[in-house]
């Protein structure tokens, strides 16, 4: 078997790097039984939406990977084989880390580490981010808080996850393995976050990391500005894909405030033309969105969502990276699985892998 190290991002015909974010959240857990009743898991919330308003297309469901549990191995290697044969590289798996060793969700990737399967490569995106109700309509509950409580739970924070930059799999840049922070304006010092994780990376002999941070909210709006300053080697711009005109988010805010109902937009199949780009940006793109399954009336809506549009907004994106060193041509997809969201590329029961199609069509 090849390393994966001397292979990743590098070949002939690589126009882009795709890393698709891979939500855990598919089996149940003590804390998700004990908040919203046994057996909750991420197909709770989606199996039991409903349409909203005239045209909504709800509920969205699996397809061939059927209503699949994390814990089974045979679902994460048919994942695999599925996104390796339309060109993601990667599985950015969401990472939940509370401070003093406190965690969640790990059990899927634990495993991943142990078993040495499935074959496709992977990084983690640390979620750095107090659990909330909002998403299920309770903003004001705290379920659980995202803490720091400084350099020794650093070092233990590293030390957990160093095993998997030590495995061949590991997504890497030139070398160095790479890790996604969610929210690097929440650190208490995103510089001093920098500096300590490459020390500890020297220390445990890896020739660093390559540390990536996200600049921006789902609106684009640019909350994290510093990344290059504070010694992240990217930043990722997101963007949901909304046609937002402000007639258009003026209409909406007013309809939501007198009517109820959710946030709806139309897909914007040229978001890439409003889109922040620099040499130390990488770009993001979304298949769809629609989170009214978690956040119901509160949620945000886009409609006219089609592979075709998605393939556009892919092509677009890897021609704002195609200069660039191989290795450094990273393309972020949110997401493969995230159902509640309405964001995913795994075969649904209405267009099964029409969206994995059309991703490695723009890939091409």
């Known amino acids: 078997m090849e390393h994966a190290a001397d292979v990743q991002g590098e070949g002939p015909g690589v126009t882009a790097r795709a890393i698709a974010f891979y939500l855990p959240q598919f089996f149940p857990i003590p804390e998700n039984d004990e908040w919203w009743g046994p057996g909750f898991t ?64 790990e059990r899927p990737f634990r495993e991943v580490i142990a078993s040495g399967a499935p074959e496709i490569s992977f990084c983690l995106a640390w979620a750095n981010q107090t659990w909330s109700g909002i998403w299920h309509g309770a903003a004001d509950r705290v379920l659980m808080e995202q803490l720091y409580p400084g350099k020794e ?3 233990a924070h590293f030390d957990t996850i160093l095993p998997a930059f030590r495995d061949e799999r590991y997504l890497r840049v030139d070398g160095r393995p790479v890790f996604y922070v969610f929210r690097p304006e929440s650190l208490p010092d995103a510089a001093e976050f920098v500096d300590r994780w490459q020390a500890m990376a020297r220390r445990a002999g890896l020739p660093g990391l390559y540390l990536v941070g996200e600049m921006s909210n789902a609106a684009g709006d640019p909350i994290y500005t510093t990344g290059e300053a504070d010694g992240f080697d990217a930043s990722v711009y997101m963007r949901l894909p909304a046609v937002r005109t402000p007639t258009a988010t003026t209409r909406m805010r007013l309809l939501r405030k007198t009517m109820g109902g959710p ?6 199949d040229s978001v890439m033309a409003e889109s922040i780009r620099g040499p130390h940006v990488q770009p993001s793109v979304y298949p769809n969105w629609d989170n009214t399954p978690r956040s119901k009336r509160g949620g945000i809506v886009l409609t006219g ?8 907004n892919v092509a677009e994106a890897v021609a704002t990276i195609a200069d660039r060193p191989e290795q450094h041509r990273l393309l972020w997809i949110k997401s493969w699985n995230e159902w509640a969201e309405g964001n995913h590329l795994e075969p649904d029961l209405e267009l099964g892998r029409a969206w994995l199609e059309a991703l490695r069509e723009g890939l091409a």
């Open 305 to 312: 969502a089609t592979p075709k549009k998605f393939r556009k």
């Open 263 to 268: 946030e709806v937009f139309p897909y914007n």
């Open 42 to 105: 991420e197909w709770t919330n989606t199996a039991r939406a409903r349409k909203l308003f005239p045209g909504h297309k709800q509920p969205t469901l699996p397809g061939e990977l059927g209503f699949y549990d994390l814990r089974v191995p045979e679902t994460r290697q048919a994942q695999s084989d599925l996104a390796r044969e339309y060109g993601v590289e990667a599985f950015a798996y969401w990472h939940y880390w509370f401070g003093h060793g406190r965690r969640i969700l």
């Open 153 to 155: 739970d650093d070092q």
